[in-house]
């Protein structure tokens, strides 16, 4: 996985919107990338979100703490004895589905966020080196 366009700086910009309304119409035919492309804007002209190697790294945390806390939830709600998550029968309860539910949504926004991070300090990285 890339790790998406660069600003100057070098820090990653994640593309949430692009202005297209500002980018010039060329009439010159030779610089036409063809039918069906469109002529990337400049880094300048771009609009979208650098992140920081600080904020980055918070976001890495994030995930990384997000698996942390929820497997070790999970596993407590696995070997639940109280009657909360498992009835008289073994079989699971409401209460079961609904925070295994909480814990696998947290489980997909923490690896979101967590690659959000690990794409900004990537992009740091490189910066860097170049």
Do not use: C, Q
């Not at 500002?22 to 002209?45: F, I, V, Y």
């Not at 990537?122 to 910066?127: E, H, I, K, T, V």
């Amino acid at each position: 996985m890339g790790a998406g366009p660069r600003s100057r700086s070098g820090a990653v910009i994640l593309d949430i919107m692009r202005d297209t309304s500002t980018t010039p119409a060329t009439t010159d035919p030779a610089a036409d990338p063809g039918p069906g492309t469109a002529a990337e804007p400049s880094a300048a002209r771009r609009t979208g979100l650098v992140l920081s190697r600080r904020v980055s790294w918070f976001l890495l945390a994030f995930g990384v703490w997000s698996w942390f806390v929820w497997i070790t939830f999970v596993k407590n709600l696995w070997k639940d004895s109280s009657g909360l998550a498992f009835d008289d029968a073994g079989d699971p309860t409401g209460y079961f589905w609904v925070h295994l539910l909480l814990a696998i949504t947290s489980f997909l926004l923490g690896t979101a966020i967590g690659l959000i991070g690990l794409r900004g300090l990537r992009a740091a990285r490189d910066a860097r080196r170049h």
